[in-house]
């Protein structure tokens, strides 16, 4: 055994560190072999160990699809259902290097319910195989993973046209299938298309030329990866640095920290809070590894100032001369990744970079048919489509156009109940300034107004099945308050839309619609000093939660008229019941349109089990407790 050099181990470690990375994804429709492909890298690059290949041999045995051979999607394919099906459901990311440069790659699902996996495999990608069976040509999958590829800022795309081996060889399959992509890639932004005809199966193509494909005279696959020029224009673009934590270890210190996401940074330079407006001189910049002069784009860092001003997470420190924009209104395109539609009004949590903000999509402008790139109308996304949308937030936010700085100009939509995150989105541009329209400032206010009528405003929201009782119970309520010298109004659903909401449907857009109005108008009655008193149905808790957001903490009092369905149906004042059994109404809450019953409402009453007045008395008395009257 050779003596351990540690020279020369360092040297090695040096020389591994200066290699630069290239994180790649492979995408395209299912069983294209992705998989294999990724499989066959690392095994022709000799990056597997003598137990995984022993592991890889078993494994094709039991679950392999390619006969006695090995098959290498099994190195990706990790999860059992994967392996069941030979599919690939979630991202796989594996790394591996050669002697010219390191190397990230993620393999995304080709059926069309994991779509969103491709989106999440391509947000950090430099460059996209996109995979084509060379059988079956370019398919709907391909088309969709190559828009989301060019949304997504991705300039450097391989076509891999890939089984080769299964149709002879043939130059003619592979110039027809190159030509209907390009055909078709033409409305796309990619900078370089490189078509490569392989076998990832056989190798063919993969590392190492095959001689059944001598009338090609490109690069291999690996060739093309390691001398592709991926330089990217983060350092050349304007400082964008979001804070991400405020760092204060003691009294003495103020930093903040975050990765910059574009440009650089030098002590002494100056900067601006893109939200406030508000600038200062860099004093220092703090490392792991100590204090620096200068730190550049993709490095996270502890900025320190010269002045103390107001700062605080999610906030973005810019260039000075080269502001972000700042605006509460945009037209973005959006790609969305959940089973359940998003309809325009629903409130969702926005996040970008590391500000999360609430909003909603305002209008649908249309969806884009990812074959033809035709222009659909539309009143909702279902799951993988991609649409053109206006989004509204309850406050502004520091952005650049995608198209000028993808860090700034990003955003994920996070449902505000199950935190699961339901989209992903770019920033064209901003449809208003947050600048040009302010609240005007006025001299009294709610709490003035209310004390005056001797009573803390609030919106009162009674929810609850049709025929549950909510419109009685609230008109009882109303009617004690008025006896009682308070000043009060009632909105109740059927009132609302034979005026306000007359041009509403019972849809779930339109539902959406509907409370998205009444918890606008709810809100200007409680900035009157008012108590308002809102009976509707409200069957969707984003709905509720989006009404309670639009006020402050304590002035929205959920109450929940808890009539069972069978004692709701059973009164039936209206027979709409009825009518919905035998299906001449369509949408109705409880029979064919869900009603989501509150999970932390403040007065539960139990419809059905007491006197209206018994459950009239019981709102009263939590209005009294908590200081409303």
Known sequence: MDAFDPAAFAEYLSRQERKDLLRFLTCGSVDDGKSTLIGRLLYDTKLLFEDQLATLQKDSAKHG???????????????????????????????????????????????????????????????????????????????????????????????????????????????????????????????????IPMSARFGDNVTQRGENLSWYDGPTLLEHLESVDIRGDEIDRPLRMPVQWVNRPNLDFRGYSGTIASGTVSVGEEIVVAGSGRSSTVKSIVTYDGERDRAIAGEAVTVTLADEIDISRGDLLCDANQRAEVADQFSAHLIWMHDEALVPGRNYLFKIGSKTVSGSVTEIKYNVDVNSFQHLAAKKVALNEVSVVNLSFREPIAFDPYGDNPATGGFIVIDRLSNLTVGAGMIDFALRRAANIHWQAVDLDKHRRGEAMGQRPAAIWFT???????????????????ALGKHTYLLDGDNIRHGLNRDLGFTEADRVENIRRVGETARLFVDAGVIVLCSFISPFRSERQMARDLLEPGEFVEVFVDTPLHVAEKRDPKGLYKKARAGRIKNFTGIDSPYEQPERAEITLAGGMAAPEDLADQVIEYLRDHGYI
């Not at 969709?144 to 060019?150: E, L």
């Not at 008109?475 to 008025?482: D, I, P, Q, S, Y």
């Open 65 to 195: 699809t390619v006969g006695e051979d090995i098959d290498f999607a099994l190195l990706v394919d990790g999860l059992e259902a994967e392996r069941e099906q030979g599919i690939t459901i979630d991202v796989a990311y594996r790394f591996f290097a050669t002697e010219k440069r390191k190397f990230i790659v993620a393999d995304t699902p080709g059926h069309e319910q994991y779509t969103r996996n491709m989106a999440t495999g391509a947000s950090n990608a430099d460059l996209a195989i996109i995979l084509i069976d060379a059988r079956k040509g370019v398919l709907t999958q391909t088309r969709r993973h190559s828009y989301i590829a060019s949304l997504l800022g991705i300039k450097n795309v391989v076509l891999a046209i890939n089984k080769i081996d299964l149709v002879g060889y043939s130059k003619d399959v592979f110039e027809k299938i190159l030509a209907d992509y390009n055909s078709f890639a033409d409305e796309l932004a990619f900078d370089n298309i490189q078509p």
């Open 464 to 482: 609850g099945l049709s025929g549950a009782g909510k419109s009685t119970v609230a008109n009882l309520v109303e009617k004690r308050l008025f």
